[in-house]
């Protein structure tokens, strides 16, 4: 559900813009008094993880669309809503400055709709609603099943309106509305299996990291080091193995563009605003696309090669951004006189 610039006007992508930047100082703010040594690593092998796992398209069946994992979720119940919201803005921003996944301009509009209402929303009004003070499998699986579709379904009208606000003429608001919302529920569906998946293992490794994160409390003493060393390994068999068997298919945005428009991209309007967003991503983007820049194309082994690199240094990046945000955060902490 990556937006590309020519789907939304300055004017709007500015808005976003600001209202994403206040969301990421707020988050900032509050996860500085909940933030500690043990929680650092484990937001950035979390935010690494995430990346490679959106690489990988699952096929909807019989729609010739495909979905990826949003990981709004999946971060708010390991992290907290907080931690979840700067972790999944680093993601979004590594993907669209360096592989040109999502525009510049609509980078705000991104990390909003993947962050803010699975972090702010879905998990602190349903998932923690359902799941309460003592989590069982059942009610994880009910839990993320539900908190997934219901934040996918906000994020997926939120891009509506966007290109509503944008007057993208191509994309009339009632077509491309009802075309969005089903396609989006069926992937919301395979998120909330994915996420519980991911939590209920987690959950069984480390009970008590669920109970802390839901208290809004430090991680305190206990162990994270097995779990980091593991969803390290996971994060490079994804990036690295993983996603070189994703779905061609059009993504659920792509799709629900190609049945109103029909066509998958739409060519946005020539103003300073987008010539110079654009030109900035030319020249940040070191794999657009996931691919090589210098390829030759139709050389399977190396678009798998290609991919494999992409996932392997996007984790990294990501692993990196992340891992110094919340160090700075907790070294202000740290900094900060005691009364």
């Given at each position: 559900m990556h937006m590309a610039d020519a789907l939304v006007s300055p004017a709007v992508g500015g808005t976003m813009w600001a209202v994403t930047g206040g969301l990421i100082a707020f988050s900032a703010r509050h996860l500085k008094a909940e933030l500690d040594e043990r929680k650092v690593p484990l937001m950035g092998v979390l935010g690494a993880f995430i990346f490679s796992a959106q690489m990988i398209n699952f096929s909807i069946p019989g729609t010739g669309s495909s979905g990826h994992l949003g990981g709004g979720m999946i971060l708010?119940?390991?992290l907290g809503p907080h931690a979840a919201f700067l972790t999944i803005a680093s993601v979004v921003t590594v993907q669209a400055l360096f592989f040109a996944d999502g525009g510049?301009?609509?980078l705000g509009?991104?990390?909003?709709?993947m962050g803010f209402f699975?972090?702010?929303i879905a998990y602190p009004f349903i998932y923690k609603k359902v799941v309460g003070a003592h989590a069982t499998q059942g009610r994880i699986l009910t839990g993320a099943i539900l908190s997934a579709l219901f934040g996918l379904q906000l994020g997926a009208f939120s891009v509506v309106l966007e290109t509503r606000c944008s007057h993208v003429s191509e994309l009339p608001f009632s077509l491309f509305v009802v075309l969005m919302q089903p396609i989006h529920l069926a992937i919301g569906f395979v998120e909330g299996l994915v996420t519980s998946a991911v939590v209920t293992t987690v959950w069984k490794a480390r009970p008590e990291l669920?109970?802390?994160v839901a208290s809004g409390q430090p991680m305190g003493s206990f162990p994270t080091k097995k779990l980091v060393v593991g969803l390290a390994l996971v994060t490079l068999l994804t990036g690295g193995v993983f996603s070189w068997f994703a779905s061609s298919h059009p993504d659920g945005l792509?799709?629900?563009m190609l049945h109103t428009s029909g066509k998958e991209a739409i060519d946005g309007p020539a103003d300073s605003a987008h010539d110079a967003a654009g030109k900035i991503?030319?020249?940040t983007a070191i794999l657009p696309d996931y691919e090589f820049k210098t390829g030759t194309g139709g050389e399977e082994s190396e678009e798998l090669f290609g991919t494999s690199v992409a996932g392997l240094a996007g984790a990294v990046i990501t692993l990196v951004l992340v891992g110094v945000t919340g160090l700075v955060l907790r070294a202000r902490v740290d900094r900060k006189p005691k009364p």
């Open positions: 708010s119940i390991l510049l301009l609509a509009c991104n990390i909003f709709n699975p972090c702010f669920i109970d802390t792509e799709w629900a991503q030319e020249k």
